[in-house]
């Protein structure tokens, strides 16, 4: 679609994978470059956000397939900022994409751009929550056993996932005071705009440790 364009942050430097996992291989590619070809059949052009200090930022051509590549921020945010910058001003919808979901399926990015083509300002891919949910006095793992408060209903809550498809001028006024959040969403959401719920894919897992990448590797080979 002429008036779509994809923006895959791959900028993170992967703490806790303990390495940059969008550059692991996976079936033999780059994590980064499967999730620049998932944007492909939806999108026109793909910026490919990379960390600062990427020397494929000065190659003459993009790398991974990508038609634009940018430096990144110090947060995922600042990152999609980098990205977005690097949009024209006339593209009408932007799919902000992470490089860790590398097997996400094409049909997730037509998805969630049906929805703004109906109207939504917004719109994300998820999943029902599968496991109980419980609300504790403090954090896991800082050293004393949480104490459970309550058990949350969890009918109406959805584990998010990305590609997530905005309109683009709205996606800029919500980074316009550079803020900070774990996605896109939340910044459209604080402005007071719709953003729909479509429904995710399990496929579509995130790499954020190793293992991770063990179970993306079993999917590829089924
Ligand atoms: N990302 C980014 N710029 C940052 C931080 C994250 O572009 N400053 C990107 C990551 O490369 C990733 C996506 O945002 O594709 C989701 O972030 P996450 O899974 O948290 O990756 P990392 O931040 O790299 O991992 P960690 O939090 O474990 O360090
Ligand atoms: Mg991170």
């Known amino acids: 679609m002429p008036g779509v364009w994809g923006v895959v942050v791959a900028g993170g430097s992967g703490e806790r994978y303990g390495a940059p996992k969008q550059f692991a291989l996976l079936g033999g590619r ?7 070809a998932a944007c492909r059949p939806t999108c026109a052009r793909v910026v490919l956000v990379l960390p600062a200090a990427d020397p ?4 003459e051509h993009p790398p991974y397939g990508a038609d634009v590549v940018v430096p990144g921020g110090a947060t995922r945010a600042a990152s999609v900022r980098a990205g977005l910058a690097a949009v024209p001003g006339d593209v009408d919808v932007v799919v902000v994409h992470d490089a860790a979901r590398p097997l ?14 109906g109207g939504a300002a ?13 609300r504790t006095d403090h954090p896991l793992g800082d050293g004393t056993l949480p104490t459970v408060l309550a058990t ?22 919500a980074h316009a005071s550079s803020p900070d959040a774990t996605d896109d969403a939340a910044l459209v959401e604080a402005l007071g705009e719709i953003v729909r719920v479509v429904p995710g894919d ?3 897992l995130k790499v954020t440790a190793p293992v991770d990448l063990a179970f993306a590797e079993h999917r590829l080979a089924r």
């Open 30 to 36: 780059p994590v980064v470059e499967w999730s620049v």
């Open 56 to 59: 494929s930022l000065s190659a």
């Open 104 to 117: 996400a399926p094409p049909a997730l990015f037509e998805s969630v751009v049906a929805a703004i083509e």
């Open 122 to 134: 917004g719109a994300v891919c998820a999943l029902p929550v599968s496991d109980t949910l419980k």
């Open 152 to 173: 949350v209903d969890r009918s109406e809550l959805v584990a998010v996932q990305t590609p997530q498809a905005f309109a683009a001028g709205v996606l800029r006024r």
């Open 202 to 204: 399990p496929a579509n």
